[in-house]
């Protein structure tokens, strides 16, 4: 079917830097599927709800992120991997959360910032950032 697979989290101090990864495999993914399809990422932190990153195009060329990791972190993609990726640049404490990357099938080129329009979803990465 479909899996998304993150990977790349992990204990880092406060203003370091990870880069994480989410490997899409499946039928649904093959022959040019992931490239037809946008892909976010989420992260949930202990005690609060799941909340925007950022999110990007199927083609690449058209980026969102939420206001508290804008100039920090880079979200891109390599279609041809059919990976995504998500470059966290000064880490702060507050980053502290499990990340989850997202597939959008049906949006139609839509940029949504709310979880409840992906489909489908890998598993979750730790993201620890000490103070």
């Known amino acids: 079917q479909v899996q998304l697979v993150e990977s790349g989290g992990g204990l880092v ?3 370091g830097s990870l880069r994480l990864s989410c490997a899409a495999s499946g039928r649904r993914f093959s022959t040019n ?3 037809t399809n946008v892909m976010a990422w989420f992260r949930q ?3 609060k709800e ?4 950022a ?3 199927a083609s690449g060329d058209i980026t969102r992120y939420t206001d508290s990791v804008k100039g920090r972190f880079t979200i891109s ?5 059919n990976t995504g ?4 640049n000064s880490l702060k404490a507050d980053d502290t959360a499990v990340y989850y990357c997202a597939v959008d099938t049906n949006s139609a080129g839509i940029l949504y910032n709310t979880a409840r329009f ?3 979803w890998g598993q979750g990465t730790q993201v620890t950032v000490s103070s």
């Open 13 to 15: 101090q406060a203003g």
């Open 33 to 35: 599927g992931f490239s």
């Open 45 to 47: 932190a202990p005690g």
């Open 50 to 53: 799941r909340e925007f990153v």
């Open 55 to 57: 999110v990007i195009s």
């Open 77 to 81: 993609r390599d279609n041809p991997k």
């Open 85 to 88: 990726y998500l470059q966290m």
């Open 118 to 120: 992906y489909e489908y």
